[in-house]
């Protein structure tokens, strides 16, 4: 039935078929266009294919977001309601060359979150960077990894990100034209950073700021890091002892500007915003089945448990890919659940059976 003007009229015959075969292009045209809203991209122990496909998605706004389809990870990053893009995330398999001795059997990989503010640029660097300063502070004359004891992995950890911090305060900013904030402001941008060394026996987190790792085992959720919110008890004491206030202006703020009590970089918050990370070592165990590394734009609308449940349920359907697959599911359970912020999600295959 076709409707013309006031008046109504049957359409048969010929025309009645042109129609229908073009409402089913118009049909074809649109599923194809809104599948590659989300762009596999498969990568291989280099990363020259995740940062090109990271480069095209902020080029484009990140509006289509990113799929990393990979043997022993996923991961997931959408601008979401935001305009900006301002994530970033590393995936690095075998990070840091043995050394000291160390056999090729006692590598390690190196996954991170990084939620930026006020513009991309220090996630950037940090993406481009922290698994580097990382791999070189392991190899400046410490123990081998597998060897390391869980405070050296402590003074590891915080030697990196003080020299991260210090990279992007002292101008380190994005060389591609996409930076947009003004250079006067530029110590007004910042981000967060989780991140986390999986080795073969043990898993160490290092997070500054609210992004969050989670170890799903057994079923169950295991916190592997605290969030850095200025009314945290501890974080309220530390910033109250620096000389600094904690405003309650659309919830805890430093200063009422900062919705978080660490981070990488926001140089004209310092000392009040410190980039020291609190680090956890914690033992593999054959109940552990991935890791969960996320920005806010996911806790913020999904719990821990619910995290890990839609990760179980991605398993259990025995698809070789059951990473990327969780971490796009993530994702979309954040944007369906009215998630305002970016959202990136890495997922971390640890089941024993998944060797290094």
């Known amino acids: 039935m076709a409707e013309v003007c006031c008046d109504s009229a049957v359409v048969v015959g010929a025309e009645a078929e042109a129609r229908a075969r073009a409402r089913a292009g118009r049909r074809r045209r649109a599923g194809v266009e809104g599948a590659g809203r989300w762009n596999a991209t498969a990568t291989a122990a280099g990363v020259a294919a995740e940062e090109a496909a990271t480069r095209k998605r902020r080029a484009s706004g990140g509006e289509a977001g990113l799929v990393v389809v990979a043997k022993r990870h996923g991961a997931a990053s959408v601008a979401g309601r935001r305009r900006e893009m301002e994530d970033a995330v590393s995936l690095r398999e075998a990070f840091a060359a043995p050394a000291n001795g ?199 609308v999904v719990s821990n448990e619910a995290a890990c449940e839609v990760a179980q349920s991605c398993l259990r359907r025995g698809r070789q890919r059951w990473c990327a697959e969780a971490a796009a599911v993530l994702t979309k359970l954040a944007l369906a659940r009215r998630s305002s912020d970016n959202i990136s999600v890495v997922v971390v295959d640890l089941r024993r059976g998944n060797a290094l």
């Open 102 to 300: 160390e056999v090729a059997a006692a590598r390690c990989d190196f996954y991170g979150v990084f939620d930026g503010h006020g513009c991309s640029h220090v996630a950037d660097a940090c993406r481009e960077r922290m698994h580097e300063l990382v791999a070189e502070e392991m190899g400046a004359g410490s123990p081998a990894a597998a060897a390391r004891e869980p405070a050296s992995w402590t003074e590891t950890m915080e030697r990196s990100f003080a020299r991260m911090d210090a990279e992007v305060i002292a101008g380190c900013r994005a060389e591609s034209g996409s930076c947009r904030c003004e250079g006067q402001k530029c110590d007004h941008v910042g981000s967060t950073a989780v991140v986390a060394v999986v080795e073969e026996s043990r898993v160490v987190v290092a997070n500054c700021g609210d992004s969050r790792a989670v170890l799903c085992r057994g079923g169950s959720p295991v916190q592997l890091s605290s969030d850095h919110k200025p009314d945290r008890p501890d974080e309220l004491e530390r910033i109250e002892a620096a000389g600094g206030r904690v405003i309650f202006w659309e919830g805890a703020r430093v200063l009422g500007v900062l919705a978080m009590s660490r981070s990488i970089g926001d140089a004209y918050l310092k000392p009040y915003v410190t980039a020291v990370p609190e680090v956890t070592v914690t033992g593999r165990s054959d109940a552990d089945e991935c890791l969960i590394l996320a920005s806010d734009g996911l806790w913020d």
